[in-house]
């Protein structure tokens, strides 16, 4: 803190008095927009601080310097107390109840740079980014009867990336924010708790703040993050959009087969990418006569049958359904999806042709709005039978109510966020993306995948050191001339 007012201090010094009166002024300005208590003001300005002397020192003038942080960019969110509050919606209420289990859904969407992070201007960029989503400025608190999200007005800190990906963050304490920003290189990472978002309203907010870095290093604006959230971002469509029926569905089930490996103690252990040429992966499909994700399920299936050493019972893979494509016009950067299970046993998984034309039978049985609207009537009573139940005697009963969403009734996950698309000014600042799920508790790999430009990256997060079911999607993969590029992290001890 010292070395940077003392440096601020020189920057000062070695202006004219005309510009050395223009930041005073600005600086000003700035505290005007500011009404918290003194550490955080000062946090606050220590960072607009150091941003304009980054600027100004990149050659930028310090009029314009001054205008791309301009204080408008605060609004009145850092100005005024923090009174909203945000109900849970059906998926999320069941996340804070496993906390204490150690069973904490994250995931991590990334955005890779031609150029390393800044993170002086990354720190203003999500200063001025988070007051358009103000259901992500918020803390879990618990309530009578459920969690509930609280907004906060705060310093959300911009972190160096050292540490492991999707690492449980400790929510429950006193004021922890339920989601962070991580910069390494030329990286820009946001992990969150899945009690807030899914993948696609995470990545709504990754794209805004991508967007608002960019420009005020001096890219075209594309995103207005001064102009307010609209309502239905913030609404629980599982409520506003989705009807109930009448017909039964199930959401417990039995025990999945699990693959072999010794559970590692570090979760995760390990994080495997491979990085495909979207055009050539989308023609062996298309030849195939399947989807992406058919054809990426009939790889784990055939990975997962290598790497498991019993054959009792069956292979299950859990594949998350966005809900919004059945609702065009939701726009809710909450939680709005569903899943279903593709299963098959292990008699049934021998040649590639074969399982990638069951996958896809069962895919367009059970990815349907009729079956998971059973689901999602279900979730609905399950959750209005629990509602006035004590929060503190409801986290155990919970566990064993949502079946559902015990992982052991998954051999794996796989989540296709699909293709992510940016503004055409800013694509020759911006390499790729990826998107890496946490890992559970019992099945040992999880995986999720994303595409950009002609780049789709499948990322495989582990909970066990055995490489047998990635080894054996990278051998299928080269097997089938796709020969994807293999980027891996060390073991996590």
């Known amino acids: 803190m010292r070395k940077k007012t003392l440096s601020f201090s020189n920057f000062h010094k070695s202006l004219s008095e005309q510009d050395a009166l223009k930041v005073d002024s600005y600086l000003r300005t700035y505290r005007e927009h500011l009404d918290m208590d003194a550490r955080e003001e000062r946090l606050l300005l220590d960072d607009a601080k150091a941003a304009l002397m980054y600027l100004v020192n990149s050659g930028v003038s310090l009029d314009d310097a001054a205008e791309r942080l301009s204080s408008a960019n605060l609004g009145g969110f850092y100005a005024h107390q923090a009174q909203a509050w945000y109900p849970l919606d059906d998926a999320a209420k069941i996340y804070p109840l496993s906390m204490r289990f150690g069973n904490m859904p994250m995931f991590r969407l990334s955005c890779y740079l031609n150029g390393d992070v800044v993170p002086e201007i990354l720190q203003m960029a999500l200063t001025f980014t988070i007051k358009r989503f103000p259901s992500f400025a918020t803390i879990v608190r618990k309530g009578v009867f459920w969690h509930y999200l609280d907004s906060v007005k705060r310093r959300f800190p911009v972190m160096q990336d050292k540490g492991i990906p999707c690492h449980p963050m400790k929510v429950s304490s006193i004021g922890s924010q339920s989601f962070k920003v991580l910069y390494y290189r030329n990286r820009i990472s946001a992990e969150f708790f899945h009690v807030l978002t899914d993948g696609t309203g995470g990545m709504a907010f990754l794209k805004a703040l991508v967007c608002e870095y960019l420009h005020l290093l001096g890219a075209p604006q594309t995103f207005d993050v001064n102009v ?59 030849s195939m006569g399947v989807t992406v994700t058919a054809f990426m399920l009939s790889l784990m299936f055939l990975a997962n049958r290598s790497a498991t050493e019993t054959s009792r019972g069956k292979i299950q893979i859990q594949v998350p359904v966005n809900m919004r494509k059945f609702f065009p016009q939701s726009m809710t950067v909450r939680n709005f999806a569903m899943y279903c299970s593709i299963d098959l046993s292990p008699e049934e998984v021998d040649d590639l042709d074969h399982v990638a034309a069951k996958v896809a039978s069962q895919l367009g049985q059970k990815a349907t709005f009729q079956e ?10 399950l959750v209005r039978a629990l509602r006035f139940v004590p929060l503190a005697i409801k986290s155990p009963v919970a566990k064993i109510v949502y079946g559902f969403l015990g992982d052991s009734r998954f051999s794996n996950t796989l989540s296709n966020l699909g293709v992510v698309k940016m503004p055409e000014e800013l694509k020759p600042y911006i390499q790729g993306f990826d998107f890496v799920l946490g890992t559970c508790v019992v099945s040992r790999a999880s995986c999720s995948m994303v595409s950009y430009g002609n780049e789709t990256t499948l990322s495989i997060s582990k909970i066990t ?29």
């Open 228 to 286: 307010p959230a609209p309502l239905n971002e913030l609404s629980n469509d599982f409520e506003r959009l989705c009807p109930n029926t009448k017909e039964k569905g199930g959401l417990a089930g039995p025990a999945a087969l699990q693959m072999s490996g010794k559970l590692s103690k570090q979760t995760p252990c390990k994080v495997v990418h491979l990085v495909y040429d979207t055009e050539r992966l989308l023609k062996l499909t298309h």
């Open 372 to 381: 998971l609207s059973k689901m999602m009537t279900q979730a609905r009573k």
């Open 465 to 493: 050191k055995d490489p047998s079911f990635e080894e054996r999607i990278i051998a299928l993969s080269r097997q089938l001339g796709l020969d994807p590029a293999v980027k891996e992290t060390s073991i996590y001890e």
